[in-house]
T-cell receptor, first 111, second 111 residues
Framework: QKEVEQDPGPLSVPEGAIVSLNCTYS??????FMWYRQYSRKGPELLMY????GNKEDGRFTAQVDKSSKYISLFIRDSQPSDSATYLC???????????FGRGTSLIVHP | NAGVMQNPRHLVRRRGQEARLRCSPM?????VYWYRQLPEEGLKFMVY????????ESGMPKERFSAEFPKEGPSILRIQQVVRGDSAAYFC?????????FGQGTRLTVV
């Protein structure tokens, strides 16, 4: 079992839809959770950074962490074609600074 | 505040040559990470460094690969005697005490 599981997709949605992206993990020591967006042939861009359980909102993006279920989500409201990219979750904790990444979910938002 | 700078962006090497990849972290960031990414795969951790110290190199192959982060100058990932299987995108990230920020990567092609 991988430490971080993420469905690779692709996930295809119409413009304006609410998108839900998810990751599960096995290491209960993880305390810091991140979401990255990566466009083709570009470096990952940090979208959200959260600590422990709860919600965090930034514009159209909401990150949600449920440590009891070892489950994190990223919601994108009013999705746009420009949101089409690969979304990677990452997490760290237990005294380690090293982020462990999921495989990434490919999102396609079609007009 | 410039982001994480990586160079070169593209590097072509013949089998058996050496590849040298450079990474300048964001100003004020003392943690540097190197990751490798193959097509359709996630980010695989290679090595974590702080100034003049290798903290964790558990993801780095034992042979041919080395990394450094000197007191002055950029972090260097060195691959000696490259083989075709080394062809990949290599990403550097830096952090202070929050999420890690990535550079645009170096795409290494071994011919």
């Amino acid at each position: 079992q991988k430490e971080v599981e993420q469905d690779p997709g692709p996930l295809s949605v119409p413009e304006g839809a609410i998108v839900s992206l998810n990751c599960t993990y096995s290491n209960s020591a993880f305390q810091y959770f991140m979401w990255y967006r990566q466009y083709s042939r570009k470096g990952p861009e940090l979208l959200m950074y959260t600590y422990s359980s709860g919600n965090k909102e930034d514009g159209r993006f909401t990150a949600q962490v449920d440590k009891s279920s070892k489950y994190i989500s990223l919601f994108i409201r009013d999705s746009q074609p420009s949101d089409s990219a690969t979304y990677l979750c990452a997490m760290r904790g237990g005294g380690s600074y090293i982020p462990t990444f999921g495989r990434g979910t490919s999102l396609i938002v079609h007009p | 505040n410039a982001g994480v700078m990586q160079n070169p962006r593209h590097l072509v090497r013949r089998r058996g040559q050496e590849a040298r990849l450079r990474c300048s972290p964001m100003k004020g960031h003392s943690h540097v990470y190197w990751y490798r990414q193959l097509p359709e795969e996630g980010l695989k951790f290679m090595v974590y460094l702080q100034k003049e110290n290798i903290i964790d190199e558990s993801g780095m192959p034992k042979e041919r690969f080395s990394a450094e982060f000197p007191k002055e100058g950029p972090s260097i990932l060195r691959i000696q005697q490259v083989v075709r299987g080394d062809s990949a995108a290599y990403f550097c990230a830096s952090s202070r005490d929050s999420g890690a920020f990535f550079g645009q990567g170096t795409r290494l092609t071994v011919v």
